[in-house]
Nanobody
């Protein structure tokens, strides 16, 4: 089974930027679409973005459109989430997960979830 590990979270001020990484071990990411999700305290986990295996297809949630980008470096077996102009409502634990296709960012279409990385945006 694909093993994913998120990193790069931390404390950042409103308006700041962070780059999160989702690294795979054991198996290659080459054949998987990867999604980023987040879960704020007391809220359900929600999809943020996904990227297809080739990198040619990307989907964004409205909440991050224009502020975040997703990219992948298959040579490094890593997918990145660049978040800019961060807001307090971006505070959450961020997770990555795998799917066959980037056709949605519904949590039930993904598996091989990582353990998450905390992002806290302070004013």
């Amino acid at each position: 089974q694909l093993h994913l590990v998120e990193s790069g979270g931390g404390l950042v001020q409103t308006g700041g930027s962070l780059r999160l990484s989702c690294a795979a071990s054991v198996f290659t990411l080459d054949y998987y679409a990867i999604g980023w999700f987040r879960q704020a305290p007391g809220k359900e986990r929600e999809g943020v973005l996904c990227i297809s295996a080739s990198g040619g297809s990307i989907m964004y949630a409205d909440s991050v459109k224009g502020r975040s980008t997703i990219s992948r470096d298959n040579a490094k077996n890593t997918v990145y989430l660049q978040m800019n102009s961060l807001k307090s409502e971006d505070t959450a634990v961020y997770y990555c997960a795998a799917s066959a296709l980037c056709r949605s960012i519904r949590t039930d279409e993904y598996d091989s979830w990582g353990r998450g990385t905390q992002v806290t945006v302070s004013s």
